[in-house]
């Protein structure tokens, strides 16, 4: 039986690939009453891929504080006040990636996340497709991304003590990102 | 530059109207201070009654919207907020993506006759005024033995005191400020 050798893509399709936002998603999760998984979205995002012909990219978001979606609307307006995003002072977070590494579908991106004027370092990790060709000769790639934070450190401290002990709602919030990108035609 | 200031107690020669009127006199001459004196007609917090709360709400409702900032001075009942102030407060945070409360820069102050100055009080006020939206400042004046507290000029005896209001009043008025420039 002979070994067949196996090339791993490592190069980031080359090209601006741009938001397809009504098939792309930013989510965030964190655990709730210690039990519990409370999960929310965001409706507005915005993301550019920019990849250069060494294979160099860079990828830059930005997601509109005020669009964050949950169940129930006096929850969702408590989000946007100064106790959590504070939308009015602070209405956009923001990604730019520092150093993206590819290694088949693999995708691990260094980058600096800002929310309320807070930026730190962070480390996502998930997967990017090759290019494929869809409808009406659009090329596109999937790119999905996750990472974990530590929300005091981005200014959103609030919590209430439980009874019995522990607090309403855990530090760190996982982030989840799903993004349609299409090859820019300009 | 408007400044509300709200006193918990109903009482018409309360210690916390009279810490009121010593924070105006320290705010800069920039700064209108105006006194709300419609608590006690602010009816119970009834849902059905949203559609048509009534005079006394709306000009509760209207002052706040008219204030650049809010200043409450709060004595404290059985370890926490009076009833009355709580109800205000609840009927400002409705509906709650509009509500006056929303987003404004308020500041919690207190005074009691006891040792600890209203401090649990000042703590709930506060947790209910950013549950309710408000942009508040993360500071306590608990003025305690309010009795002996005043100095007969109406400054508070205590010159750390004194100061500590000034310094409250001073971050209150910036976050309208950056309000106002926004």
Known sequence: MSATAVETTTKLPVGTWKLDPTHSSASFAVKHMVVATFRGRFENIDATLAVGDDGAGQLLGTVDAGSIVVKDENLQAHLGSPDFFDTERYPELRFAS????????????????????????????????????????????????????????????????????????????????????????? | MRVLGITGSLRSDSHNGRLLRTAEALLPPEAEFVAFTGLKAIPPFDEDDEPNPGTAVGRWRAEIGRADALLFAT???????????????????????????????????????????????????????????????????????????FAADGTLAEHDQELALGEILAELLAQADMRIAA
């Open chain 1, 98 to 186: 520092k150093a993206i590494r590819r290694d088949g579908e693999e995708l691990v991106i260094d980058g600096e996340l800002t929310i309320k004027d807070h930026t730190h370092a962070v480390e996502a990790r998930g997967t990017v497709t090759d290019p494929h060709e869809t409808l009406g000769g659009a090329v596109k790639i999937g790119l999905t991304l996750e990472t974990i934070i530590d929300r005091t450190q981005f200014g959103l401290e609030w919590n209430a003590p439980l009874p019995k002990g522990g607090f309403a709602l855990a530090n760190d919030v996982k982030l989840t990102v799903e993004l349609e990108l299409a090859q820019d035609g300009e």
């Open chain 2, 75 to 149: 004595p404290e009942y059985n370890s926490s907020i009076p009833g009355a102030l709580k109800n205000a407060v609840d009927w400002a945070s409705r509906p709650f993506a509009t509500a006056a409360l929303r987003n404004r820069p308020a500041a919690v102050i207190g005074a009691s006759t006891g040792m600890f100055g209203a401090v649990w009080a000042q703590a709930e006020l506060r947790k209910a005024l950013a549950a309710a939206g408000a942009r508040v400042i993360d500071r306590e004046l608990p003025v305690a033995d309010v009795e002996n507290a």
